[in-house]
């Protein structure tokens, strides 16, 4: 099941208690205080892993807590340190503050690591409270509590190129087309109901592109399956609009529920590089395509056309992707890397 959205509670260790003690031994009378100082409590991390795809797993398990330090002990022993939790996350996986929504880590490399919650502070045995004028406190320092803090999960696909549209434009053949990637194809609407992911290989080079589900007028409002699949496009570099030319002799109608669609989901995937494509061009509606080519000139996106059945027009297509993908690979990220403890 591809599950991308969960909410995870965790708690860090407790650090342990410091320990009131004295020395006590045969010839050494009045040994002065011993107390050992407690552990430190075990933090909870996320760590990212290539192996897994989806949330699932968070499904069951949605709690995480470390294990607190030990307690100081006589003899100046101090407590041993709690051990950590490690949460594995696939990659691409967003976790933000469930109270502030600040992002606290950005999985986007294999192995990267984040500390969700510090494990708390042990505290100190009563052989650092001894001074001139009070040589045997009989006290000590509890540890300090570890972090509680919920958090928001979101799996973010990572892709270069998003292929959106109304359902049936033809996304998933497009993509079965031009990559490996064999999703189910259907002339009903609501074929696609996970994203797929595709690697393109052109002229030398690969960039991946994703197949999400279809979107329709109101998706915003949760009409049809919504519009939260748009969050894995999130990070694509561009994104290619279908719209089918089969229909009806003004396509640029469809073309704008969609448009107003990816506004009304965030301003960033508006500004995003977009390209439309006519689709179904072995079938295209007369009129159709003047219609949807002045609509993109207007709106000032590049046009492009294929069939996915006959291949007309698709290796254009992926060639101008390939550098549309080439061009935003060279320009630095904007946005700093978040900065992993
Ligand atoms: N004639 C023709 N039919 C096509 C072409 N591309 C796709 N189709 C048909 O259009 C229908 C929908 O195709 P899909 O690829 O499932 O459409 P989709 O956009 O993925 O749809 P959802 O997953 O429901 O959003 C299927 O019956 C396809 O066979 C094309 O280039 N020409
Ligand atoms: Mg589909």
Redesign the pocket.
């Known amino acids: 099941m591809f599950i991308d959205y969960a909410t995870i509670r965790v708690k860090a260790g407790d650090g342990g208690q410091g320990c009131v003690a004295f020395r006590r031994e045969k010839f050494v009378p009045r040994g002065g205080p011993s107390g050992g100082d407690g552990g430190l409590g075990g933090s909870v991390r996320v760590v990212a892993s290539g192996r897994l795809n989806t949330l699932y797993h968070l499904q069951f398990k949605r709690d995480f807590k470390a294990q607190r330090g030990q307690h100081g002990m006589g003899s100046n022993c101090s407590g041993q340190a709690g051990e950590d939790v490690i949460i594995e996350l696939p990659i691409g996986a967003v976790v933000r503050d469930k109270v502030t929504n600040e992002i606290v880590a950005d999985l986007i490399e294999d192995g990267a690591s984040v500390l969700l919650a510090k494990g708390g502070r042990g505290g100190q045995g009563n052989q650092h409270f001894a001074t001139a004028t009070r040589q045997a406190p009989r006290f000590a320092q509890p540890g300090e509590p570890g972090e509680e803090r919920e958090f928001v999960v979101e799996l973010k696909l990572i892709a270069d190129i998003g292929l959106v549209?109304?359902?049936?434009?033809?996304?998933?053949?497009?993509i079965?087309v031009i990559s490996a990637a064999k999703?189910?194809?259907?002339?009903?609407?609501?074929?696609?109901l996970v994203p797929n992911l595709g690697v393109v290989s052109v002229d030398g080079d690969t960039f991946v592109v994703a197949?999400i589900?279809?979107l329709i007028e109101g998706a915003h409002e949760g009409h049809g399956l919504g519009d939260r699949f748009l969050r894995h496009v999130e990070r694509c570099s561009a994104l290619v609009h279908?719209v089918d030319l089969?229909l009806s002799e003004n396509p640029s109608r469809d073309a704008a529920v969609i448009a107003a669609e990816l506004s009304l989901y965030s301003g960033l995937l508006a500004e995003k590089p977009r390209v439309i494509c006519g689709?179904?061009?072995?079938?295209v509606h007369e009129g159709a395509s003047a219609d949807l080519r002045q609509y993109a000139k207007t709106a000032g996106y590049e046009y492009f056309e294929?069939?996915?059945?006959?291949g007309q027009g698709v290796t254009e297509l992926t060639r101008r992707l390939n550098s549309l993908v080439k061009q935003s690979r060279q320009v630095p990220a904007t946005q700093p890397l978040p900065v992993y403890d």
């Open positions: 549209g109304l359902p049936n434009a033809g996304k998933s053949t497009l079965s999703p189910k194809i259907a002339d009903y609407p609501f074929t696609t197949d589900p279809g279908l089969s689709s179904k061009l072995d079938s294929i069939s996915a059945v006959t």
